[in-house]
């Protein structure tokens, strides 16, 4: 255990999701742990206009906003926010946490007890529950691509969703931040695969840390319920499915040959979303 105090920053990046980000900090600053640490919280404000960042300033005096323009999506205003953690000082460790994940009373004791086993020289993820508590929906990620379920024991993984993560110093040190490429998804998969790489281990802690439902059951670029000019559209925004980023993962971590096949994979998706759906009805009818 601990016999000093340790320095942890936060990192979140928000938009227009006010209750949803009160709900999150009021349950960060709630935290019940027998360890010592001193908490900074850093949120990027990506062009919040719903009151979110005057509601913050108000009831949580300490969190450090910092300012995007909202055209950052979650990769980027999170590397925003890492970016205004790191320029002030050198942490102990950087969590990742999502506006939208109500994390448990818990959470950041098992967070740090799980990193402290492991010398502090691996990444510890915490996965989450549908908020009906059925079902997984993030965290860690095996080879397949599915999250472990709930354990006595950390669990290794490959790589993991960005929703309740804890990046140590030492891990910090080598990979760095996110990578910018990335504007909204695939920034928090492409980091756990370059730790891979490094030769640091990514952990799940057993017991689940959060509650955070799916956005959607299927995504709207290939939902065949949305007429095809608007989902060519929606691939390509930031939130969508951009595929020069896919084929920029892709490469980096499998190779040219993958990354060619998912690049055009992601356009069949697209362009016959009802012929790929058929293969994935099993996720599409879990709600």
């Not at 209750?19 to 990027?44: A, G, H, K, P, W």
């Not at 490429?181 to 840390?209: C, N, T």
Request: aromatic content about 14%; charged content about 25%.
């Amino acid at each position: 255990m601990m016999e000093k105090s340790v320095s942890v920053a936060v990192l979140l990046t928000v938009h227009n999701r006010k209750n949803e980000t009160l709900r999150c900090l009021s349950c960060l600053y709630s935290q019940e742990s027998q360890l010592i640490y001193s908490l900074s919280v850093f949120m990027t404000d990506d062009g919040c206009t719903d009151g979110t960042i005057e509601a913050v300033r108000d009831k949580f005096h300490d969190v450090r906003i910092v300012k995007g323009d909202g055209s950052l999506f979650w990769n980027r205003g999170m590397l925003k926010a890492w970016e205004a953690a790191s320029t002030e000082k050198s942490y102990d460790y950087y969590i990742w946490l999502n506006d939208d994940t109500i994390i448990k009373p818990q959470t950041m004791f098992c967070l740090l007890e799980a990193a402290i086993l492991k010398n502090n020289k691996a990444i510890i993820v915490g996965a989450t529950y549908s908020m009906d508590g059925k079902y997984a929906t993030y965290g860690g990620r095996t080879k397949s691509g599915t999250i472990p379920l709930e354990s006595d024991t950390l669990t290794k993984v490959s790589y993991f969703n960005g929703n309740i993560v804890l990046i140590p110093s030492a891990v910090f040190d080598k990979i760095g931040m996110l990578d910018s490429y990335f504007s909204h998804s695939k920034g928090d998969f492409d980091y756990g695969m370059r730790a891979s790489k490094a030769g640091f281990e990514i952990f799940q802690v057993g017991k689940y840390l959060g509650y955070c439902d799916l956005h959607s059951r299927i995504d709207k670029w290939c939902d065949p319920n949305i007429p095809f000019k608007k989902r060519w559209k929606m691939l390509h925004l930031p939130n969508g499915m951009p595929p020069h980023e896919t084929f920029y993962l892709n490469r980096r971590h499998y190779g040219i040959l993958s990354a060619v096949f998912h690049f055009c994979t992601v356009y069949i998706r697209c362009f016959l979303p009802s012929l790929w759906n058929r293969r994935n009805r099993k996720y599409l009818q879990r709600k």
